[in-house]
C-alpha cells in the first residue's frame, strides 16, 4: 500500500462525509454515464407555471417562482438542451415532483457534483451499470471486440489478431519469394 492511500478508516470516515454533504443537499440526483437526472419536491398545489426552470448549455436554474431558487448555478460540463426536459409529476405523500433530466454532451465523464458550487462526490468510487456492447460507438465497439477476440485467441494458446496478421504478410511475402529461405527467421 503506498503512503498517501487512505486507511479503511480514512476512506470510511470520507465516504460517510460525502453521504452527509449530498443528504444535505435540497435536491437528490443520480447519473448514468451519459445522463444526469434531479429531482425535489414541491407543494402540491403548485403547476408548471408556478416553477422556474431554465437550462441552459452550462448553467442550470430550478424553483417555485418569487422564492430562492433550489438549484441554482454553473454545471461542470455541457449539456445537450434539446435532449434535457424537466417534468412536474404528483407524489404519494401529496406534494409534487419536480424531475429534471439532463443529456451529457461527453458521454464518457462522470460529474463530481451537479452546479460547481455543490459539495463534490469522488467520481473514482462511482461502480458503472453494465453495458451492451450495441450501446457503444462504431470505433469503440470495433475496439473492444477485437480486444475480447484477442483475449480469446491467448486462452486457447492461439496467435492474437495482430500477430495472425503479421504471419499472414510473411507467409504471402514467402510465396512471392521462394528463393529465399526463412527456416531461420524468427518473428516478433
Same mark, same amino acid.
Given at each position: ?25 435540497? &435536491?437528490? /440526483?443520480?447519473?448514468? +454515464?451519459?445522463? $444526469? ?5 414541491? !407543494? ?5 407555471? %408556478? $416553477?422556474?426552470?431554465? #437550462? ?13 431558487? +433550489? #438549484?441554482?448555478? %454553473?454545471? !461542470? ?6 435532449? =434535457?426536459? /424537466?417534468?412536474?409529476? !404528483? @407524489? ?12 451529457? +454532451?461527453?458521454?464518457?465523464? /462522470?460529474? @463530481?457534483?451537479?452546479?460547481?458550487? @455543490?459539495?463534490? +462526490?469522488?467520481?473514482?468510487? #462511482? ?5 451492451? $456492447? =450495441? %450501446? ?12 475480447? &477476440? ?8 492461439? !496467435?492474437? =489478431? ?5 504471419? %499472414? #504478410?510473411?507467409?504471402?511475402?514467402? =510465396? ?13
Amino acid at each position: 500500500m503506498a503512503d498517501n492511500d487512505p486507511t479503511p478508516e480514512q476512506e470510511a470516515a470520507a465516504r460517510a462525509q460525502e453521504a452527509q454533504e449530498q443528504a444535505a443537499l435540497p &435536491y437528490k /440526483w443520480n447519473q448514468t +454515464i451519459g445522463e $444526469l437526472d434531479i429531482s425535489f419536491n414541491v !407543494p402540491g398545489n403548485l403547476k408548471g407555471r %408556478d $416553477l422556474v426552470v431554465e #437550462i441552459k448549455k452550462q448553467k442550470l436554474k430550478a424553483g417555485v417562482k418569487g422564492q430562492e431558487p +433550489i #438549484i441554482d448555478g %454553473d454545471l !461542470p460540463h455541457a449539456i445537450s438542451t434539446e435532449e =434535457s426536459t /424537466w417534468t412536474l409529476t !404528483p @407524489a404519494p405523500d401529496g406534494t409534487k415532483t419536480l424531475e429534471i433530466h439532463l443529456d451529457k +454532451i461527453n458521454k464518457m465523464e /462522470w460529474w @463530481a457534483h451537479v452546479v460547481t458550487t @455543490a459539495p463534490k +462526490i469522488d467520481v473514482t468510487k #462511482i461502480q458503472p451499470e453494465n453495458s451492451k $456492447l =450495441s %450501446d457503444l460507438d462504431g470505433e469503440t465497439r470495433g475496439m473492444v471486440e477485437k480486444m475480447m &477476440y484477442d483475449q480469446r485467441q491467448k486462452e486457447m494458446g492461439l !496467435p492474437s =489478431s495482430d500477430e495472425q496478421k503479421k504471419a %499472414d #504478410i510473411l507467409k504471402k511475402f514467402q =510465396s512471392q519469394h521462394p528463393e529465399l529461405d526463412f527456416s531461420n527467421a524468427k518473428v516478433t
